[in-house]
Structure formats: structure tokens, C-alpha cells
């Protein structure tokens, strides 16, 4: 049988993450990674594939079945995924919740167009997260779902730390408060603020002779990002940093508590404790590549979103062997 060829744009972490996955599924091989950086300033650990400047990528419409777009949700892939969505079937990670169907919307558009399929907003949260949401509630109509994110690393609020004047390295980790979600587990089903559900700390290098009382005041006040959080600010030095907050850590889970038709209190969870976000990411995105690829051989066209995938066109094994095997 002949394999499943993946290009990658993007060879970032993302990026890096999906050409690991990609060995570990045997019917799949990588074919390219594309980028906008000079093509001989990126090294990657497959020797059998190229790496190409993303302005040749339609020169491997014919060679490519899937591309995986690793790029980032603010800028990358809004215009990236309707122009790749036009010549090749396509799965991307775009996570900014809000926006989700106006980018659904533009990229069915481009994939119809192109007679491709386009899996979007691919990952953990969006992605299975968002079935175990979907499940919760059908199961259990009467309810209420809570989503905690964490103990994990959030990249955006470590940028925006890393932004303020007088800080040289910094992370952030958010954290779900216990309380919160022993009331949530016991069926209480609680209305929780946004302070009452989560926690944020940060780990700070400050720059040498930098105010760290402003930088501390600078950040518990930050709107959208701290402000509506309680916040505890650590600094340390670079030697601690650096052994201990490089990592990207994250998590989280999702609870459907609420009552069957005899009135019997249920509760439904599912969980995630990932040792990297972007690890874990990138081999959801690869499995949802071989369901694209075999949407796209029936004949599929257009966008689609975890909701519209069979579980079963993840595996790489047939139905009756998962018949036998899982169910």
C-alpha cells in the first residue's frame, strides 16, 4: 500500500512536533517542509525530505496528498489556509475560539473552489476537547459543561509578560483552583467567575538593576491577560529558569456534570497532562491528516471540523480489525 505523503508549512515548534509524528505512523512519509525563512538556514531530522521556500509550494500539488499548516492563529494561517485549501487537502490547528466560523466559512470557500478537503481548528482545545463538549451535553441533556485548562503553560500570556520593560525571560502557568473543580466533580454544578476557576502564575528573569515591584504591579493589572485573575509573580535567576520553565507543559479537562432521565446525578470527564503541548498537538493534526486524506479518495470536498469525523478514519487500521480489537 502505497504511503500517505505529508508536507509541512511552518518548522516551528508545531512543525517540529508533526515530522516527529509522522514517524511513528508507518503509512504516512513527509515529502517537505516549506518556509519563509532561507530553505538552507532550516535542518530537519528527515534526510529523505526536502525543505522549500513556501513561494515553490503548488510546484508539489501532484506530490503532496496532505499538508499540515503549522503556523500561528494571530496572522499565519487565516491567510494561509484559504490559499492552500484551493490545491491541496489541508489540516490546520487554528485556536481562536471566537473566530471559528468566519474562518470555517472562508476556508469551505477555498477547499469547495479547489474540490479539496480542509479539517480546520485541529488539536486538543479546539479539537478533542471540543467532542468531549459535544458528548457531554448530548449524553446528558440536563447539565452543565466546565472546561479547566492546566497546570500548563500558556504561550500567549508568556509573551505578553515577556513585552513589559525590565523583564529578560519570563513564562506563565495557568492553573485550575482545586476548589473549583471538587465542586464541579461532586455534581453541584456551580455558576463560576473567571477569577473563581483559575489561577495565574508567572516566573520572572528580571533585567539587571530592572524595578520588579513594577513589573510584579505591571502584570496583575494587565487587562485580558491578569487583571480579572488572582495572580503570584515569582522572580528568579536565569541558572532556575533555565533548568526548570523551559519546558511546554499543558492540559487540562473537560466535565459534563448533570442527570440522566431517572433523575440519577452523572458526571462525565475526560483529561489530558501533556509533558508538550505542541508534541501532543502535532500527532492529533497527523491522525486527522490520514482522515482527510481518505475523506478526500471518497470524493469529500470542502471544510470540515472534528464533528464531521468518523473516529474510525483516524486509525490506520481497518474497521474490522478495530471491531475486534476495541470495540
Known sequence: MSK?????????????????????????????VFTRRDPS????ATESAQVCHLDDVLQFKNDIDVILLCGGSATDLPEQVPALAKHFTTVDSFDTHALIPKFFDEVDVAAQAGGNVSIISVGWDPGLFS???????TVLPQGETYTFWGEGLS???SDAVRRIEGVKRGVQYTLPIEEAVNRVRSGENPQLTTREKHARVCYIVADEGADQKVIEETIVTMPNYFADY??????????????EHTGMPHGGFVIRSGESAQGDKQIVEFS???????????????AYAR????????????AHTVFDIPFGLLSPNDPAELRKRLL
Open 131 to 137: 467532542l468531549n463538549r459535544l458528548l457531554g451535553e
Open 230 to 243: 488572582d495572580t503570584t509573580v515569582h522572580f528568579i535567576d536565569e541558572a532556575t529558569f533555565e533548568k
Open 291 to 302: 482522515a482527510a486524506h481518505r475523506l478526500t479518495q471518497k470524493g469529500a470536498t470542502g
Open 41 to 44: 538556514s532550516v535542518v530537519i
Open 272 to 286: 489530558l497532562k501533556l509533558g508538550s503541548n505542541p508534541g501532543f498537538t502535532s500527532s492529533v493534526l497527523v
Open 155 to 157: 504561550q500567549g500570556h
Open 4 to 32: 500517505i505523503k505529508v508536507g509541512i508549512v511552518g518548522y516551528g515548534n508545531l512543525g517540529r512536533g508533526a515530522e516527529q509524528a509522522i514517524t511513528q505512523n508507518d503509512d504516512m512519509e513527509l515529502v517537505a
